[in-house]
């Protein structure tokens, strides 16, 4: 069964850095884009970079120039390096991914568990 594993997450200082991972567990048999999300409690999931197949890639104006979002296609793995985080950075960060399990069934979307991001002032 495909599963979307992430780590990296924890307690950091302002100013300092994080990198992010989400491997996709279980066979796949194509894997498109990949996305990163956060989440406060009490507001909605919103997006912070996406992926593309060929590396093409999207960022919120929030993290453009300090988060750099990259994969590597051959270990089915995404990753969100965060710079300079700031405490308005804290939240639950979750990746997704479209996956095509087998060559006959479609793309569907799997999200991760999440792993909480906490930035200290």
């Known amino acids: 069964q495909v599963q979307l594993v992430e780590s990296g997450g924890g307690l950091v200082q302002a100013g300092g850095s994080l990198r992010l991972s989400c491997v996709v567990s279980?066979?796949?048999?194509?894997?498109?884009?990949m996305d990163w999300f956060r989440q406060i409690p009490g507001k909605e999931r919103e997006l912070v970079a996406a992926i593309t197949a060929d590396h093409n890639t999207n960022y919120a104006a929030s993290v453009k120039g300090r988060f750099t979002i990259s994969r590597d296609n051959a270990k089915n793995t995404t990753y969100l390096q965060m710079n300079n985080l700031k405490p308005e950075d804290t939240a639950v960060y979750y990746c997704?991914?479209?996956?095509?399990?087998?060559?006959?069934?479609?793309?569907?979307?799997?999200w991760g568990q999440g792993t909480q991001v906490t930035v200290s002032s």
């Open positions: 279980g066979h796949a048999f194509a894997v498109t884009a």
């Open positions: 997704n991914a479209r996956i095509r399990e087998h060559s006959y069934t479609n793309y569907r979307l799997y």
